[in-house]
């Protein structure tokens, strides 16, 4: 595989400086203004690297766009609140929650939407998407940068690409994973640091770990989560998280890398392919619980689809339809919430202001 601009870029770098982290080279491999992964292409669907659940079953946007309105009728109805989607695709997702909504006209001239989108590709595809909905959305780089108000905030497969640090525990204790060149001097490759990590990565005891286990922190998600919790401390709301991990810490190694629908070597052609790694659910939850906001889940994304109502609303859109395509949304919707499948390995939290009730599909 030819070495990209980018990893010219990277391997130049460590010459200079020395071993990156893995957290640098997932900046740079998914957001370089020029290289990056997302800045370069659009990603998503059958000419891109991979697909989500809202491409797959438009069931699966319907039914956040339901939860989405009773959401806000549980939290009074405001005439004015802020429906944030962060990292919002091809803008499929939030097609479907505004189709869905429009059974509560209210909801729809109430909300100001705001999509957080950092790749101009992108931007333009949900706007194109978007046009045709009667609500006018506007675009943020940060999230910092969305106006305070009432929120509800959707994140599916958001966390999963914030960048990660590894720990690979040696005989002496914890040693960051990190890339570095190998023989040749032209081509990255996985090297561990050589000083201990500073305490204030709260690693596991070594007592608690044997040698080799790989242990994956991601403080960009900690702050990230932070920020969401203190809008809804500020303002109220809720906000829904949808992603592939883990529901309690552990170890493993979950750096993938995708391209073409395939795994791919994480370190090969950075910028061309998509990085991701497992989300740490448990460490959602207790920011939110940390920063005096309600952790609601995780529950699997199939129970969480469940619950909601995926098997009437399947059979419902299928009533009239052909065979050919009443299979096709059964296997959509199959694909999403199936244990086999999505089903499981998805899992779905909802970090809430205190004062207001659960949110469907997460009662415990």
Partial sequence: VAVTPLEERLVDLIKLKGPISIADFMTDALGHPHEGYYMRQTPIGPEGDFTTAPEISQVF?????????????????????????????????????????RLRPGFARAAQVWLLETSGLLRLEQQKRLKTTEIKPLWADEFADIPPAPSLIVANEFFDCLPIHQFERVKTGWRERMIGLDETGKRLAFTLGKTPPPPEYNLPDITESEIGDIFEISPPSHDFAADICSTLNDQGGHALII???????????????????????????????????????????????????????????????DRLGLPFRVEALCKDLAPGKAEEIRTGAARIAATNAMGEIFKVICLSSPTLPTPAGLET
């Fill in 243 to 305: 992603d592939y991990g883990h529901m309690e810490r552990g170890f493993g190694d979950t750096l993938q890398a995708v391209k073409d629908h395939a795994y791919w070597p994480p370190l090969l052609a950075p910028g061309h392919a998509d990085i991701t790694a497992h989300v740490d659910f448990e460490m959602l939850a207790n920011t939110a619980i940390e920063n005096g906001i309600n952790a609601h889940g995780p529950v699997t994304q199939g129970r969480f689809l």
């Fill in 61 to 101: 946007g319907e039914l956040i766009g339901l939860w989405l309105v009773e959401a806000w009728q549980g939290m009074g109805s405001p005439e004015s609140f802020n429906l944030i989607e962060l990292g919002p695709g091809r803008g499929v997702l939030m097609a479907d929650i505004l189709r869905a909504a």
